[in-house]
């Protein structure tokens, strides 16, 4: 006879018959399991009004199914001024999450800004795989360094932006062999347009190479 067991009640019934509160709250984060949320929402109050920063943060980035790792809950420490000559307290929750897990698209947009054009660090968290790639993270950083976009819009799948950068820096082959690697048709004809106010040269090599061209992606 096979027993199950509702997950759901587990911590309702720690809190209401057993009357241990902490222990529930412990199980709760360590098993990932529903039921404590006012708990955790009650502490994770009073250690702001503490302004216990990086524990309410820490708090934040462990709560069971990252109930309080919400937009919310970004734009409450945005909200926080940073202490004179402390750290911002976005900046813990951020640091909180990438311990133990891998920023979302929008927590990375939001790190990003936070981080102010600090590029070492947005390549360090990159190439530690601590950052979600996405097309407005790439946009954002393509003024700082066009070469990290270039990375972020490939790992985001970004294609028309991959080969937008490719052709303005000139570099076609490896153009052609990223269209074809990706089985990518660009719409030439937009992107030559917008090649030529930013780089005419390269997109003169581009309607030669085109008209040259045997690969099936050139139509």
Do not use: C
Not at 38 to 47: A, D, E, G, R, S
């Amino acid at each position: 006879m096979a027993l199950t067991v509702n997950e759901r009640s587990i911590i309702p019934y720690m809190i209401q018959q057993l009357k241990d509160q902490s222990l529930a709250q412990a199980l709760a984060i360590s098993a990932n399991l529903p039921g404590a949320e006012i708990l955790i929402q009650t502490q994770f109050q009073q250690l702001l009004s503490q302004r216990k920063y990086p524990e309410a943060a820490k708090l934040a980035s462990v709560a069971p199914q990252d109930y309080l790792r919400t937009l919310n809950t970004i734009n409450l420490f945005k909200s926080i001024p940073t202490p004179p000559g402390g750290v911002s307290p976005l900046y813990h929750y951020f640091m909180a999450i990438i311990e133990k897990d891998v920023l979302t698209d929008y927590e990375s947009l939001e790190f990003a800004i936070l981080l102010q054009g600090r590029k070492e660090l947005i390549e360090k968290y990159l190439n530690e795989e601590k950052l979600t790639s996405s097309e407005a993270l790439g946009d954002l950083l393509y003024p700082l360094d066009p070469g990290l976009a270039l990375k972020i819009y490939q790992n985001s799948g970004t294609k028309n932006k991959v080969v937008a950068i490719l052709a303005e820096n000139n570099r076609l082959d490896a153009l052609f062999e990223y269209i074809t690697q990706e089985d990518y048709i660009p719409d030439w004809m937009q992107l030559l347009s917008g090649l030529v106010s930013i780089n005419s040269p390269s997109a003169s090599s581009l309607v030669l190479r085109l008209t040259k061209s045997n690969n099936t992606k050139v139509n």
